[in-house]
């Protein structure tokens, strides 16, 4: 099993319910917005609540991998700056027309900037993930003159990474509004 | 304030004498509505303790001050800390000592009669799930039907009781708990019988129970009289104890009846259902007193606690005893069935002996409650 590239990882295992939760919530606030935490438990239960918890307090719970005994929740603290909707890069297109595109088997680039856990758990189907902070050192995998469509979860850090990309030398780059948290079409999990 | 602790032995007694309690349940929403503690007077309060982890001076107006509260969890961990919580703020409250854990393990004996010879017998209300299970005394021996794998409350019983158990009966293979029947059968050298119907997958050796097959308990004469009743499963049995018991397993409830399709297709089992309730059962005794393997809902208890009733009262109550037209039954038992019991599949590969899983995934496998009925 691969492991997936996090900010923390948090050892709860071996701990009754309430600590892994108690433990979760006290890491998630030395974490910066945007950061993904990977939680190691072997209470069953944790499953549910971090689930739960992460509902209620506005967290993103991104999944949860079993290895053996062990259960690895990913979770990604909540950013106030993706609530915005105003975004800056001048060519943007929807979910759906993106989605016609992907139909049409039209030969275009999805790159998708969320963090690797994000990616791990739901993704379109051939997207390449470079998650948004290692986007300027990983240019070079790109193709310049490629048609790339760029998502993220809400549009804002695709946003971003289009300006980046432009401002580089890319040519046609567009922004996908909303992108993953609105998306219905088919995607690929970890969990298959 | 003090924080207290409250068993499970304790809370079934309030249920039993339908006392007050507030139950303050901190475990997840989804799992609170799926299953709770239930109480004929009991109130309820759910907020997962996740949301309390930074106070619960928001919640302190929400607690009654004269009623008994008891903080309930999966395990007791995080009631303890809301209870501490609670306590600290100044409130008396007690939490559940191994949470519904350890809830859906208890067993209540209950006496529900005594038996021509002197002899006795017992139910086992397992309060938390809904399963009841039985154990026949009678001059120094006993036999037990449908256990639970909570082996040691029979073993303990049976040496408290000062008798030996020497049968051990499963009315059918379960699909909502995992039966004790076969470890008991090791344990005290008893002969473990099973419907040979139900267990032709089974991966160990069993006494065939079939229709006609009679069983003495002790040297005198308690008889344990097997009747053939298919429907829940192909091989589900009664036994009619003493002329005067009657052991319905999943067949026939206080307020309902089995549900046919936890071991294949309801389709298929429908007719044997509707066969065993409608004419095997008429031609017994009004007066026999029907004592089933499960209840649903608490107020199929009895005052003391027990769950029994004669069955020509069910014959007159019971509405899945009365449903004439047979179309009408078949879409009863077929249709708008309750969602299946937890992880019953891997009950009964359990229970075939198929799989070995340890003390604590068979304690995940039986969470929840039992559906085993159809109303």
Same mark, same amino acid.
């Given at each position: ?7 923390f990882?948090?050892?709860? @295992? ?5 600590m ?15 950061? *993904?935490v ?13 689930? &739960? ?16 005994? *062990?259960? @690895? ?9 993706e ?9 943007? &297109?929807t979910?759906?027309?993106?989605? @016609? ?6 030969s ?14 739901n ?10 902070g ?12 490629a ?5 993220c ?18 040519? @046609? ?20 | ?10 809370v079934?007694?309030?249920v039993?004498?339908? =006392? ?49 509260v #008891?903080?309930? !969890?999966?395990k ?9 919580? #609670? ?25 529900v ?5 002197? /002899?006795?017998?017992?139910? %086992?209300? +397992? $309060?938390?799930?809904? !399963? ?9 021996e ?11 409350v029979?073993l303990?019983?049976?040496a =408290? ?35 040979p119907?139900d267990?032709t997958?089974v ?24 009747l ?10 009664s ?33 044997? #259902? ?9 031609e ?6 029907v004592?089933p393997?499960? %209840?649903? $809902? ?8 027990s769950?029994?009733?004669?069955? /020509?009262?069910? %014959? ?13 039954? +078949? ?8 969602p ?23 304690r ?7 559906? !085993?009925?159809?109303?």
């Amino acid at each position: 099993m691969e492991t997936l590239k996090t900010d923390f990882v948090l050892d709860a @295992k071996g701990l009754a319910c309430p600590m892994p939760i108690v433990k979760t919530k006290k890491a998630m606030n030395d974490l910066e917005a945007g950061q *993904v935490v990977e939680v190691q438990a072997t209470d069953k239960g944790s499953k549910a609540d971090i689930k &739960a918890w992460a509902e209620s307090t506005g967290h993103q719970y991104l999944g949860t991998i079993e290895e053996g005994e *062990v259960l @690895k929740h990913y979770l990604r603290k909540s950013s106030n700056d993706e609530a915005k909707t105003e975004t800056k890069h001048p060519v943007v &297109a929807t979910n759906e027309e993106l989605e @016609k595109k992907l139909q049409g088997n039209e030969s275009i680039v999805v790159l998708d900037v969320r963090e690797e856990a994000e990616y791990a758990f739901n993704h379109i189907p051939n997207a390449i993930c470079i998650p948004l902070g290692q986007l300027e050192d990983r240019f070079t995998e790109l193709d310049q003159e490629a048609e790339i469509f760029v998502v993220c979860r809400t549009g804002s850090r695709s946003d971003f990474a289009a300006q980046k990309l432009a401002q580089n030398g890319f040519k @046609k780059v567009t922004n996908v509004i909303p992108g993953m948290s609105g998306w219905t079409g088919s995607t690929t999990t970890i969990n298959n | 304030m003090a924080v207290n602790k409250m068993t499970s032995k304790e809370v079934t007694q309030k249920v039993f004498n339908k =006392e007050k309690l507030f139950v303050f349940d901190v475990r997840n929403e989804s799992d609170f509505q799926d299953w709770k503690i239930e109480g004929d007077n009991f109130q309820y309060m759910n907020i997962p303790y996740f949301e309390l982890l930074d106070g619960v001076e928001e919640i302190l107006d929400k607690i009654p001050t004269k009623m008994e509260v #008891l903080v309930v !969890c999966a395990k007791e961990g995080s009631s303890i800390m809301v209870a501490e919580m #609670l306590s600290y703020a100044g409130l008396d409250v007690a939490y559940l000592e191994g949470g519904m854990k350890a809830w859906s393990e208890h067993l209540e004996p209950v006496k529900v009669g005594d038996l021509k010879d002197g /002899g006795e017998l017992y139910q %086992f209300v +397992r $309060i938390g799930k809904g !399963c009841l299970s039985y154990m026949v005394l009678s001059n120094g021996e006993a036999a037990l039907i449908d256990s639970t794998r909570m082996t040691d409350v029979y073993l303990d019983f049976a040496a =408290e009781k000062n008798v030996k158990i020497t049968h051990v009966f499963d009315t059918h293979l379960h699909a909502d708990h995992i039966s004790g029947g076969r470890t008991i059968a090791e344990k005290t050298g008893a002969t473990y019988w099973l419907p040979p119907k139900d267990a032709t997958e089974v991966t160990f050796e069993y006494q065939a129970l079939e229709g006609g097959n009679d069983v003495k308990i002790g040297d005198t004469s308690i008889n344990i009289h097997s009747l053939y009743s298919p429907g829940h499963t192909i091989g589900s049995t009664s036994f009619v104890v003493d002329e005067k018991f009657l052991l319905s397993g999943d067949i026939l409830f206080i307020d309902s009846i089995g549900r046919p399709d936890l071991a294949g297709l309801a389709e298929d089992w429908v007719g044997d #259902l509707r066969e065993t309730l409608y004419n095997r059962y008429r031609e017994l005794s009004d007066e026999l007193v029907v004592l089933p393997a499960h %209840f649903m $809902i608490i107020d199929e208890l009895n005052e003391d606690g027990s769950v029994s009733e004669k069955l /020509g009262i069910l %014959f007159a109550k019971n509405h899945g005893l009365n449903i004439e037209d047979e179309s009408e039954f +078949r879409k009863m038992v077929t249709e708008n069935l309750p969602p299946q019991p937890n992880a019953y599949q891997e009950i009964r590969e359990t229970n075939m002996g198929k799989i070995n899983p340890d003390q604590e995934q068979q304690r995940e496998m039986e969470i929840g409650p039992n559906r !085993c009925a159809v109303r």
